[in-house]
Antibody, heavy 123, light 106 residues
Framework: QVQLQELGPGLVKPSETLSLTCTVS????????WNWIRQPPGKGLEWIGY???????DYNPSLESRVTISADTSKNQFSLKLTSVTAVDTAIYYC?????????????????WGKGTTVTVSS | SYELTQPPSVSVSPGQTASITCSGD??????ACWYQQKPGQSPILVIY???KRPSGIPERFSGSNSGNTATLTISGTQAMDEADYYC?????????FGGGTKLTVL
């Protein structure tokens, strides 16, 4: 079955760039929507964005100016870059597979999630 | 931007029915899904496309969506159902989560 694993540094300094990679096994990233979601300590889920269709992206408007999500189909991986981080970016970061469809009304759900990786922003 | 509102907490006695609501403008015109998250674990999809259950999700989990409100219903609630639950919808190429509801099984 499809499995996702997040990798990246657990500690990032303020003002620097957070970089994470999600490796997908058991399925190809050339289909579906590949998402990043984060969860600050003790708080709810926040969608960051996704990549699909070999490079197209959509982002959370509140983060769009700082976020880049890209895919490397040769490695079956997709990545997150978040620039100019501050303490409020401290969170568990999850990657997840998404499915979208419909005609007049669109559905979207995320059916496979990674275990998450904790990123702390601190000097 | 689109917003989804959930009650912060819901309590239920074992064996009873728990209902968790998710409100949003004309949410019934969109599709809602629901995730369960237990402490220290990743979220798990329990309902998608308003009413569908993924493979492996018990039949006691069901969903509905009409008007401005989507509802997750857990019939015969068990202690293992104690968790945080999040609704989610898609609007204008953006994925939106509700704030989450902590379900306590007393």
């Amino acid at each position: 079955q499809v499995q996702l694993q997040e990798l990246g540094p657990g500690l990032v300094k303020p003002s620097e760039t957070l970089s994470l990679t999600c490796t997908v096994s058991g399925g190809s990233i050339t289909t579906y929507y590949w998402n990043w979601i984060r969860q600050p300590p003790g708080k709810g889920l926040e969608w960051i964005g996704y990549t699909y269709n070999n490079g197209s992206t959509d982002y959370n408007p509140s983060l769009e100016s700082r976020v880049t999500i890209s895919a490397d189909t040769s490695k079956n991986q997709f990545s997150l870059k978040l620039t100019s981080v501050t303490a409020v970016d401290t969170a568990i970061y999850y990657c997840a597979r998404g499915a979208r469809g419909g005609n007049l009304y669109y559905y979207f759900y995320m059916d496979v999630w990674g275990k998450g990786t904790t990123v702390t922003v601190s000097s | 931007s689109y917003e989804l509102t959930q009650p912060p907490s819901v309590s239920v006695s074992p064996g009873q029915t728990a209902s968790i609501t998710c409100s949003g403008d004309k949410l019934g015109d969109k599709f809602a899904c629901w995730y369960q998250q237990k402490p220290g674990q990743s979220p798990i999809l329990v309902i998608y496309q308003d009413t569908k259950r993924p493979s492996g999700i018990p039949e006691r989990f069901s969903g509905s969506n009409s008007g401005n409100t989507a509802t997750l219903t857990i019939s015969g609630t068990q202690a293992m159902d104690e968790a945080d639950y999040y609704c989610q919808a898609w609007d204008s190429s953006t994925v939106v989560f509700g704030g989450g509801t902590k379900l306590t099984v007393l």
